[in-house]
């Protein structure tokens, strides 16, 4: 996800902004100003309670705030992320939205101060005044909407100063030249991304070459923990003596194992875009700690594939690649097909239930020919993350 705030006085131009931001970078826009004023034209109840404060150019209470984005967000659950425009507002909004990006799973990625002076705002809102038809475009109430600004928003500016996501821009410049800068500092915002991807689906789906045609496409590292715990026991290293040890005598390798590969994987990876996951996280305990991970590295989890491919047909494509020299160990007999296909439906499937209620989970029918089911993939990829793919 990639959420924005823009921040500035009225008449910054945020909205302008906001118009093209939204279409670049495939975000859903959040103005609260707008919100409210569709709440006013509804004359809903919210409408109503705000309408005498609007009026006269003061802030509408956090409680109404928190309300009617509450309703938006959850009315809108599955997007790239979030511009907000005209929020936060107040100091205590500051903290609101922070809490609300925890309970999205999510962080504000920047808060971008667009900043004028006084006289060029009042100039501006003057001007708009003529035309925008808003009760609140006139000389007094403008002036009481600055003091507003002065009084109670710019000290949110320090909530994200120290938090380190805040960056100013010069207002003061042409239309496109504003929009050049804001798309600059998003950009660099967007190179520091990682793009993580986890691949589920039923073994012999095809979600290993699946995954590591993907991995190539878009620079992104393949992670299959399976094959990294092969790798060490071929290495002789001391985790692969002990992998070797629990293989032989039939135990599963313990998570503290996999987690110091998976935290030496991410170490070694510097400058990559992303990791593509496959065949982890395999248990539900593998799913918590691989949100902690990368919460650890300040990234989460962006897209999740289910690829889904009916059981007969998995039997016959495994069954097919036991007789190859693409074989692998546990392809070999039609006894321990059925129990990594077992293992799958009771431990993994209810991790990819778990999933499904705190992220968007999207099915992809592997049925295909590989062509096909990649190109499908890819459209997905592309659609979800425009500009982190693009360059
Ligand atoms: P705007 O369209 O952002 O200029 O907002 C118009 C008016 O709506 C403001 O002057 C406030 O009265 C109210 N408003 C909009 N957003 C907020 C907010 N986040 N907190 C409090 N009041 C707001």
Do not use: W
């Given at each position: 996800?990639?959420?924005?705030?823009?921040?500035?006085?009225?008449?910054?131009?945020?909205?302008?902004?906001?118009?093209?931001?939204?279409?670049?970078?495939?975000?859903?826009?959040?103005?609260?100003?707008?919100?409210?004023?569709?709440?006013?034209?509804?004359?809903?109840?919210?409408?109503?309670?705000?309408?005498?404060?609007?009026?006269?150019?003061?802030?509408?209470?956090?409680?109404?705030?928190?309300?009617?984005?509450?309703?938006?967000?959850?009315?809108?659950?599955?997007?790239?992320?979030?511009?907000?425009?005209?929020?936060?507002?107040?100091?205590?909004?500051?903290?609101?939205?922070?809490?609300?990006?925890?309970?999205?799973?999510?962080?504000?990625?920047?808060?971008?101060?667009i900043?004028?002076?006084?006289?060029?705002?009042?100039?501006?809102?003057?001007?708009?005044?003529?035309?925008?038809?808003?009760?609140?475009?006139?000389?007094?109430v403008?002036?009481?909407?600055?003091?507003?600004?002065?009084?109670?928003?710019?000290?949110?500016?320090?909530?994200?100063?120290?938090?380190?996501?805040?960056?100013?821009?010069?207002?003061?410049?042409?239309?496109?030249?504003?929009?050049?800068?804001?798309?600059?500092?998003i950009?660099?915002?967007?190179?520091?991304?990682?793009?993580?991807?986890?691949?589920?689906?039923?073994?012999?789906?095809?979600?290993?070459?699946?995954?590591?045609?993907?991995?190539?496409?878009?620079?992104?590292?393949?992670?299959?923990?399976?094959?990294?715990?092969?790798?060490?026991?071929?290495?002789?290293?001391?985790?692969?003596?002990?992998?070797?040890?629990?293989?032989?005598?039939?135990?599963?390798?313990?998570?503290?194992?996999?987690?110091?590969?998976?935290?030496?994987?991410?170490?070694?990876?510097?400058?990559?875009?992303?990791?593509?996951?496959?065949?982890?996280?395999r248990?539900?305990?593998?799913?918590?700690?691989?949100?902690?991970?990368?919460?650890k590295?300040?990234?989460?989890?962006?897209?999740?594939?289910?690829?889904?491919?009916?059981?007969?047909?998995?039997?016959?494509?495994?069954?097919?690649?036991?007789?190859?020299?693409?074989?692998?160990?546990?392809d070999?007999?039609?006894?321990?097909i059925?129990?990594?296909?077992?293992e799958?439906?009771?431990?993994?499937?209810p991790?990819?239930?778990?999933?499904?209620?705190?992220?968007?989970v999207?099915?992809?029918?592997?049925?295909?020919?590989?062509?096909?089911?990649?190109?499908?993939?890819?459209?997905?990829?592309e659609?979800?993350?425009?500009?982190?793919?693009?360059?």
């Amino acid at each position: 996800m990639l959420n924005i705030a823009l921040f500035g006085p009225p008449g910054a131009g945020k909205g302008t902004q906001s118009e093209f931001l939204i279409k670049k970078f495939n975000l859903f826009y959040i103005s609260t100003g707008d919100l409210l004023r569709k709440e006013l034209a509804n004359e809903t109840k919210l409408g109503l309670q705000a309408k005498s404060i609007i009026a006269k150019g003061g802030l509408v209470s956090d409680e109404i705030i928190v309300q009617i984005i509450e309703k938006t967000i959850k009315n809108n659950p599955d997007v790239n992320g979030f511009l907000f425009d005209g929020f936060p507002r107040t100091f205590v909004q500051a903290y609101i939205l922070e809490g609300l990006m925890i309970k999205l799973g999510t962080k504000l990625d920047l808060l971008i101060s667009i900043k004028v002076p006084e006289d060029e705002s009042v100039k501006r809102l003057l001007d708009r005044g003529k035309t925008s038809g808003r009760l609140d475009d006139n000389e007094e109430v403008i002036r009481n909407r600055l003091r507003e600004y002065h009084n109670k928003t710019l000290p949110v500016l320090d909530f994200f100063k120290q938090r380190g996501n805040y960056i100013a821009i010069n207002g003061m410049q042409s239309i496109p030249d504003v929009t050049k800068d804001i798309i600059q500092v998003i950009n660099d915002v967007l190179s520091k991304k990682l793009i993580n991807i986890v691949i589920f689906g039923y073994p012999g789906s095809g979600r290993g070459s699946l995954g590591k045609a993907l991995a190539e496409k878009y620079n992104l590292e393949f992670v299959a923990t399976g094959a990294m715990l092969d790798e060490e026991i071929k290495k002789k290293s001391k985790i692969g003596q002990q992998v070797k040890e629990l293989y032989e005598t039939g135990q599963l390798v313990p998570d503290e194992i996999v987690i110091r590969l998976l935290e030496q994987k991410i170490e070694n990876s510097k400058g990559v875009k992303g990791f593509i996951f496959k065949g982890y996280p395999r248990t539900l305990v593998q799913s918590y700690i691989l949100d902690g991970m990368l919460r650890k590295h300040d990234s989460s989890i962006n897209k999740i594939f289910d690829i889904q491919v009916d059981t007969l047909e998995l039997i016959r494509r495994l069954d097919k690649r036991s007789k190859t020299d693409k074989a692998m160990p546990y392809d070999s007999s039609t006894e321990r097909i059925v129990q990594r296909l077992e293992e799958h439906k009771t431990k993994t499937i209810p991790v990819i239930e778990k999933y499904k209620e705190i992220h968007d989970v999207t099915v992809i029918d592997g049925t295909p020919p590989f062509e096909i089911v990649f190109k499908n993939l890819c459209k997905e990829i592309e659609s979800s993350f425009k500009n982190l793919v693009s360059e």
